[in-house]
């Protein structure tokens, strides 16, 4: 009986943790994504409340700039979805998705350099960018643990 009990406790336990843990998490996907940065680069680099607003103007006004690429991003996925359906392959169409996607992705890319060079030499500090220096550094070193020599390690066994 004090078993079955434990075990009822614990299934219990472990199903309010999983439910809470749903619910935060769903919460902090709700937040607007320039929020979820701005509390990322504040949290990674102390941000004060001055440059936390720079912060979110730079992002705002760069939104408008990013849409467009989003949306053409997204176009481009359901049309290569859609002209791949069922085992149908055409690779003049498919070679054309790609490269428009491959634009789309471009700009994208350039824009989040953008950005990031703007945060850096208009908002940041000399002490921030030491700082935001040593976080990028670490996240290079984390990602080259995945290549060796350039090439990609073999997936599988």
Do not use: C
Not at 18 to 28: D, M, N, P, Q
Not at 112 to 123: D, L, T
């Amino acid at each position: 009986m004090r078993k079955r009990y434990l075990i009822m406790i614990g299934l219990a336990t472990m199903v309010l943790g999983t439910s809470v843990y749903a619910v935060v998490k769903h919460e902090r996907a709700k937040r607007p994504i320039i929020d979820r940065i701005v509390n990322r680069i504040t949290r990674q680099l102390d941000l004060s409340d001055t440059q936390q607003t720079q912060v979110k103007s730079i992002l705002e006004a760069e939104r408008t700039k990013v849409a467009p690429l989003i949306a053409e991003a997204a176009k481009n996925r359901q049309q290569l979805r859609e002209s791949t359906a069922n085992g149908k392959f055409d690779e003049a169409q498919v070679r054309s998705l790609a490269e428009r996607q491959a634009q789309a992705m471009t700009e994208m890319i350039v824009e989040k350099q953008r950005v990031k060079a703007r945060i850096y030499n208009e908002v940041l500090t000399p002490e921030q960018r030491t700082k935001a220096d040593q976080l990028l550094e670490r996240m290079d070193r984390f990602r080259g643990r995945f290549h060796e020599g350039g090439e990609a390690m073999p997936v599988g066994p």
